[in-house]
């Protein structure tokens, strides 16, 4: 039967904050409490400093005076977890090597005496020592292995952390879709248990994954939602990252304040915390705000500078980034041979990140087969070696026809993930995506402070075109009209179509006279449009607009739309071909702080 300090110990993950209060106040009761007790409320505490507050150093004399206490009472489940703790101390105070020694030694003995639940902050943490000593595919493997030891008991709170790590290493080594699975299934599991600091993790990891395969808005909305969640938890050494996440994925979008603050955070992190890899993430934080925004040569000097900070700590990710961008630089201002010299170097650095994902791919494969060629292990005889060879050739015909059906389902899958939020017409989002996307981005200009405009197109008179010339040539109006549409405004604003002719497009931070000025140009671009169906010329095609912003004509999708389609209806009935802005309210409301506005 547990003790009450061990139920404090196994609940101490699934809320920390109240566990560490609940095992200070043990410790400061009028009854002190026994020696067992007090040492794993010493231990709670110990490991609280060490992942969740501000300086993991703090966790020192804790993890001391509890190893000190397990080992009078001969407790070697909580030595170890004491030891463990201490080892990943000296991981967050660049002692890696040593670190990475230790808990080698005493994993042989965590595998045997510990339960699965303790053993997996031994596995975690030598993943970490991996992970810090540029081995990322043994890296994988202990996170794997931790991952693997949590599936064996019930759900802990433990599983998205693991869940989140490994995803973080696979980011590393360019494994992109596999990360953003695991990030996504583990902050369904956050919604479970009280872990901002996890959140915040697995969101900048999410991030950097839908970055790596090329979504930059979906990116966009991951950051806009990992720095929600940031200003909930407290700034500490481990946080640089989702800094040079935010940055790069604002610079791209044109949203330099914003990276600006990111960078400025990146530098209070680095300048308070110098060690791990805050310096490469403060370096590449300031490079993609300098290649997006400043003159070529402050450009190359934020890379040079990033690529020696990454070259010394070999982090191959920001390498492969930095040199690549450099060697584009240089070959757009003709110094190609300073070009060719980079895109060498992005070349090497991306050949050693491919072999450590080659490597862990092979890992994992190698462990999903283990019990398959164990079974080969117990008979020697010629018989049974020759069944388990033509038992090996029928299952690897069987894994190859199991990867192409798997194939096969991933492919129907993302399809299907597409055409769900897409028109399958005009290829613009569907009315579906937009009642997914409009309250993130709503929030988003909420905490930017920032307007909103959404806008309502009607194309006029297009029932004539159906009328005149049949539904088929309808129908490629409207497949003109939707690329016409996709091409003619900033990435950043988001058009839908509505239904039927009607149309809809959300355009952040603009407001109502920008949103004007860019659909009427857009309407006179529509006019000049020439589409030509069966011999005959299509010109001359006009829309009415409505045009709503947030917050002076609501602060809901419902109330957006509302406002638009009044303004609509004016344009109609003021002749059509027109673009009407939706009033003010009488009684307005305060406006924001800043009132960004660009034209598309």
């Not at 300086?55 to 190893?67: M, T």
């Not at 993930?417 to 409009?438: C, G, I």
């Not at 197109?457 to 029932?463: E, R």
Request: charged fraction near 25%; glycine fraction near 4%.
């Amino acid at each position: 039967m547990s003790s009450a300090g061990e139920d404090l110990w196994d609940e101490h993950f699934r809320d920390p904050v109240a566990a560490a209060a609940r095992a200070q106040g043990l410790l400061e009761a009028e009854t002190p409490p026994g020696p067992s007790d007090a040492a794993w409320a010493e231990l709670v505490i110990a490991y609280h400093r060490l992942f969740y507050a501000a300086r993991p150093a703090e966790a020192h004399d804790w993890l001391a005076q509890a190893r000190t206490h397990f080992a009078q009472s001969n407790d070697r489940r909580g030595v170890l977890l004491a030891d463990t703790g201490s080892a990943r101390l000296m991981i967050f105070e660049q002692a890696v090597h040593p670190a990475r020694e230790r808990l080698l030694a005493l994993y042989p003995e965590a595998e045997e005496i510990l339960p699965p639940r303790d053993r997996f902050w031994v596995a975690n943490a030598l993943g970490a020592a991996y992970y810090f000593t540029d081995q990322i595919d043994e890296a994988i493997r202990y996170l794997h292995e931790a991952l693997e030891m949590l599936r064996t008991i019930a759900p802990s709170p433990q599983l998205p952390a693991i869940m989140s790590n490994l995803a973080a290493a696979l980011v590393t080594v360019g494994d992109y879709e596999p990360a953003r699975e695991l990030t996504q299934d583990a902050l369904g599991l956050l919604s479970h248990y009280n872990n901002p600091q996890v959140l915040l993790f697995a969101r900048a990891t999410l991030a950097a994954a839908l970055l790596g395969m090329g979504e930059s808005n979906e990116a966009l909305f991951a950051v806009d939602a990992m720095l929600d969640a940031a200003e909930a938890v407290p700034r500490r050494a481990s946080q640089n990252n989702y800094c040079a996440v935010a940055a790069e994925i604002f610079a791209m979008h044109g949203h330099f304040a914003e990276a600006e603050r990111c960078v400025a955070t990146a530098k209070a992190i680095h300048d308070e915390y110098t060690g791990g890899f805050n310096e490469v993430h403060y370096r590449w934080a300031a490079a993609a705000l300098a290649t997006a925004r400043e003159s070529d040569t402050a450009a190359i000097d934020a890379l040079l500078q990033t690529v020696a900070v990454a070259d010394r700590i070999k982090h191959l990710p920001t390498l492969c980034k930095a040199h690549e961008r450099l060697a584009q630089r240089y070959a757009l201002l003709g110094r190609f041979e300073a070009a060719y010299r980079h895109q060498q170097e992005f070349i090497v650095a991306q050949t050693r990140r491919l072999a450590n994902r080659a490597s862990a791919k092979y890992y994992l494969l190698k462990i999903q087969h283990e019990l398959r060629h164990a079974t080969s292990e117990l008979d020697r005889t010629e018989r049974q070696r020759q069944e388990t060879i033509a038992l090996n050739r029928q299952l690897e015909r069987l894994n190859g026809e199991l990867q192409q059906k798997v194939a096969e389902v991933e492919e129907l899958q993302a399809r299907l993930a597409v055409e769900a939020m897409h028109d399958p017409l005009t290829q613009l989002f569907n009315r579906r995506y937009l009642d997914a996307v409009m309250p993130g981005l709503v929030a988003s200009a909420a905490r930017r402070g920032t307007p909103l405009a959404l806008a309502l197109i009607d194309l006029d008179h297009f029932k004539l075109v159906n009328d005149r010339f049949g539904h088929p040539a309808g129908d490629l109006v409207l497949k003109h009209i939707g690329r016409l549409f996709l091409t003619s405004l900033r990435l950043s604003d988001v058009f839908f179509r509505y239904g039927g002719e009607e149309f809809c497009v959300a355009l952040p931070d603009t407001n109502g006279p920008a949103t004007q000025k860019a659909l009427t140009a857009l309407a006179a671009k529509l006019r000049e449009h020439t589409i030509t169906w069966d011999g005959e010329h299509l010109r001359g095609i006009t829309f009415s607009a409505g045009i709503a912003v947030y917050p002076e004509n609501g602060e809901t999708l419902a109330d957006l739309i509302q406002s638009a389609d009044r303004a609509l209806y004016e344009a109609k009935r003021a002749g059509r071909n027109r673009v009407e802005l939706a009033p003010i309210p009488a009684a307005e409301r305060p406006r924001s702080k800043r009132q960004a506005s660009s034209a598309a």
